[in-house]
């Protein structure tokens, strides 16, 4: 059975930054990719950023320049450094999890940025 855990959401004021933690356990193929989601009130959830194993990355352009994704292979982790964090941000951010066809998803995390 696999796993997602995340951590590291909740309340920054505008401009600041805060970093997110989702560690996969259980059957963890090492040919995957994950990734982080973010659904807002009302709104489709969206992707933020990807990663693959080998580390290749995909950010939406909403991002870019403000985001970084990484990832430690070995302890099947996945971080998402979120800096210059402006009020539109807020939502509950999701992990995701790709391997050998399936999807894997966590519990979500909320991020909330005040203005």
């Known amino acids: 059975q696999v796993r997602l855990v995340e951590s590291g959401g909740g309340l920054v004021q505008a401009g600041g930054s805060l970093r997110l933690s989702c560690v996969a356990s259980?059957?963890?193929?090492?040919?995957?990719?994950m990734g982080w989601y973010r659904q807002a009130p009302g709104r489709q959830r969206e992707l933020v950023a990807t990663?693959?194993?080998?580390?290749?990355?995909n950010y939406d352009d909403s991002v870019k320049g403000r985001f970084t994704i990484s990832r430690d292979n070995a302890n099947n982790t996945v971080f998402l450094q979120m800096n210059a964090l402006k009020p539109e941000d807020t939502a509950v951010y999701y992990c995701?999890?790709?391997?050998?066809?399936?999807?894997?998803w966590g519990q979500g995390t909320q991020v909330t940025v005040s203005s």
């Open positions: 995701k999890l790709g391997m050998v066809g399936r999807i894997y």
């Open positions: 259980g059957s963890i193929f090492s040919t995957n990719f």
């Open positions: 990663v693959t194993d080998g580390g290749r990355t």
